[in-house]
């Protein structure tokens, strides 16, 4: 499976696309910019052009869609832009770089950057969303605002997780990675996990989503050991893997706690063992399910 679908909804907002040539619609929305593959005007062009259409000082959220050749060269354009205008941005506090579908770019094949420098030109910002992780740089860093850090790919690399870990996030609460498959970048196996929760304190944490991931029964069957599983308001394994083992470590933990929702869409767990899980005092999500294919199972996002 690959995404589809664009975002409708950011950040509660209506999202809407802005492209060169248009006329900001106005209202109570999200804007995504977006280009076509062969596109004439440069990333920068189209920021400044839509920056100028609009009162940068109220911008709150920013989507930044497809970019021309988003297979070939990164956001960069975008980000140097939004980092040189800072001053005219205050009030903005949530970004989404990449949402594309499949038709513009394949999430593995979509070329990202270092986003160090936008983080520390935008300490109030209190989202950040990147999909893809090709060329990704991340180094560790300290970001008193930023409540929700989320990476959508096909493989994330371990270096990633290692710098995440090493980092200073004391407003992060919710986090979301998505591991993908070792064909496209997941090198780790589940130590870097256990290493980024034990480094970040996930006491703090509402969600925790580690998705579309292969190894998704190990991580079922160590987090559900895990004392701080139950403060979570939401563990969000979909998209991967999970199947009878990761399904009975769920089942039978006695660190549930207060836990509100467990989602496991798209799994291969056997029917016996989704009856028990939603037998459980929280919503689990089951939706989804997968066959093996002559004993193999796939993650939902990997090309």
Known sequence: MTIGEYSQIYRGKR?????????PAGGDVVYRLTQDYDSAESQ????????????????EALIIGAWSEAQEEGPGGYLDGLIERRAQLPALKALFIGDMTFEDCEISWIIQTSYNPLLAAFPNLQSLRVRGSTNLELQAFRHDSLEELAIECGGLPSNIV???AASTLPALNHLELW???DGYGF????????????????????????RDSEISDELAVWLAQQPWLGSLQTLDLS??????????????????????RIDLSHHYISPPWQQKLQALPCTVVLEDHEDEDDGDRYVAVSE
Do not use: C, W
């Open 15 to 23: 999202v809407v696309n802005f492209s060169m040539g248009d006329t």
């Open 44 to 59: 920068r062009d189209l920021l400044d052009n839509f920056l100028s259409q609009v009162d940068p000082s109220q911008l």
């Open 162 to 164: 290692d710098a995440i």
């Open 179 to 181: 591991l993908g498959s």
């Open 187 to 210: 090198d780790g196996g589940i130590a870097p996990y256990q290493n980024l929760l034990a480094k970040i304190d996930p006491r703090r944490l509402r969600y925790l989503g580690l």
């Open 239 to 260: 998209l991967g893997t999970i199947g009878d083992v990761g399904a009975q470590a769920l089942a039978e933990s006695p660190h549930l706690g207060t836990i509100e």
